[in-house]
């Protein structure tokens, strides 16, 4: 199974920018679609993001949209979640997921990062 692993969390202070990426190893490249979703304490998992196979199509929650910006490099086998003017309430674990192409759901996870955002 391919596995996905994330980098690029960390402490950042409100309106600062941060840059998670999502490498998928033992494959180098990935027509599947991916996303972002984060969980915060003691909420659930929400969704933050989604790109298509191609990267031609992307979505995101409307509490992200403006200000992060999700991208893959299909060569490097690698999605991006460009984040910028940070708030407090942005603070979660970040996980990165690939959906299945047979159960069009989202079934390989990795393991998360943490990013925190300080007032």
């Known amino acids: 199974q391919v596995q996905l692993v994330e980098s690029g969390g960390g402490l950042v202070q409100a309106g600062g920018s941060l840059r998670l990426s999502c490498a998928c190893s033992g494959r180098t490249s990935s027509t599947y679609a991916m996303a972002w979703f984060r969980q915060a304490p003691g909420k659930e998992r929400e969704f933050v993001a989604a790109?298509?196979?191609?990267?031609?199509?992307?979505n995101y929650a409307p509490s992200v949209k403006g200000r992060f910006t999700i991208s893959r490099d299909n060569a490097k086998g690698t999605m991006y979640l460009q984040m910028k003017s940070l708030k407090t309430e942005d603070t979660a674990v970040y996980y990165c997921?690939?959906?299945?192409?047979?159960?069009?759901?989202?079934?390989?996870w990795g393991q998360g990062t943490q990013v925190t955002v300080s007032s």
């Open positions: 790109i298509s196979g191609s990267g031609g199509l992307r």
């Open positions: 997921a690939e959906k299945s192409p047979s159960t069009s759901t989202y079934e390989n």
